[in-house]
């Protein structure tokens, strides 16, 4: 088998979910975020490689396979670190053996990476919400370490570029010596190491372990971006709930996100059903699209709807409220807003990154 930092991640994260993409070869339904993170990869890619940036936009957006906005992928491609790039190599596939034997092999693709002055310095593209550290997982450490290989460089300064963050706010980057790069590489060649000794114990016709108990699930937080989670919940948690220390708390805790992830999986198969073929009845209920309505207002016609409630006697004020995020991104802090109203605060029970 051929690896990438994708198939090891996913494995670490849970062997199980491996185990039916890539062994099983289960189809994956295509996600916006993933549909759009291919999209603005391609763009980037065909910008860099001497189009302008509405051809690109509109070639990428032509292949994708969910419809995708147009703006918010010329937004994303449009970063100022993707203008500033001058020279270096686009979007470089890389297969170096992990192992002295040569038998296990890495692949992965360079968004992008230049030599000027005898350094060398890889750039990554992200999509994603939310920005993380180089160091908070293997990847850049893995290309990294590809790029000393193929360019026998000691260090290798890498970046992960956040292309919903302005590049002026924080930057992502780390500079890898060769103690990081063969951390890295060495991450990957043990789990590759794992992975290739299971599939040797399942190809041995003597072979009495289950494929469940060598690629077990491990519920966690990767189960919210699973696609497989509604099939691995044959696992979950059936007897009676009783939470009498931590181990037991956080075991339900896993168990909650990865059932919270079957379930919408499952809902998003019933609402596909319901708006091709119609509403599904389910005793006494139905399954259905419900109408809801909003109002948007321009300034100026929202200063006349109150004006015009005004005029008929209705105190308009007791119908308007703002919101915490309004009033944050009118730039008001608490000691501001204390002199005007009263803060409330209620608890919500919900799941929260760490940190």
């Known amino acids: 088998m051929i690896y990438s930092f994708s198939r090891l991640q996913l494995y670490s994260h849970c062997p199980a979910a491996f185990y039916f993409k890539y062994l099983l070869d289960l189809p994956e339904p295509p996600s916006e975020p993933l549909v759009l993170g ?6 980037i890619q065909l910008y860099l490689g001497g189009d302008d940036i509405d051809t690109a936009v509109q070639s990428s957006i032509n292949e ?3 419809p995708i906005d147009p703006e918010e992928v010329r937004n994303l491609a449009s970063h ?3 203008m500033s790039v001058m020279g270096g190599t686009v979007e470089d596939h890389f297969m170096l053996p992990l192992d002295d034997s040569g038998s296990i092999i890495l692949q992965g693709y360079i968004d992008w990476w230049n030599t000027d002055d005898n350094k060398v310095s890889l750039l990554d593209w992200k999509t994603n919400r939310s920005p993380y550290l180089p160091q908070n997982n293997q990847q850049l450490g893995l290309y990294a370490w590809a790029l000393s290989e193929l360019t026998g460089a000691d260090e290798v300064h890498g970046e992960l570029v956040f292309l ?9 980057n780390h500079v890898y010596a060769l103690q990081d790069m063969s951390k890295a590489r060495e991450w990957a060649s043990g789990l590759a190491l794992e992975i290739e000794g299971k599939l040797a114990q399942m190809n041995v016709a003597a072979n009495t372990v289950p494929d469940t108990i060598l690629f077990p699930d491990r519920p966690g937080v990767h189960c919210q971006h699973c696609s497989y989670a509604s099939l691995c919940i044959r696992s979950a948690m059936v007897e009676p ?6 181990l037991a708390a956080t ?3 896993r168990e909650v996100i990865r059932l919270e992830a079957a379930l919408s999986d499952y809902k998003d198969s019933l609402k596909t059903w319901v708006k091709t073929n119609g509403d599904v009845s389910v005793d006494d209920s139905l399954f259905t699209f419900v109408p809801s309505s909003s109002w948007h207002f321009t300034d100026s016609k929202l200063k006349e709807l109150c004006t015009s409630l005004d ?3 209705i105190d308009y004020w007791q119908y308007l409220s703002l919101t915490a995020a309004q009033l944050k991104k009118a730039g008001l802090g608490d000691d501001e807003i204390s002199l005007f109203g009263a803060k409330r605060e209620t608890n919500t029970f919900r799941l929260i990154k760490a940190g």
């Open 38 to 43: 291919k999209a603005v990869h391609s763009a």
């Open 241 to 246: 709930v009783v939470i009498d220390d931590m």
């Open 251 to 253: 075991k339900l805790a």
């Open 311 to 313: 005029n008929q006697g």
């Open 80 to 82: 100022p670190a993707v």
């Open 64 to 66: 994708a396979g969910l």
């Open 164 to 172: 919903r963050y302005s590049y002026s706010t924080m930057r992502y």
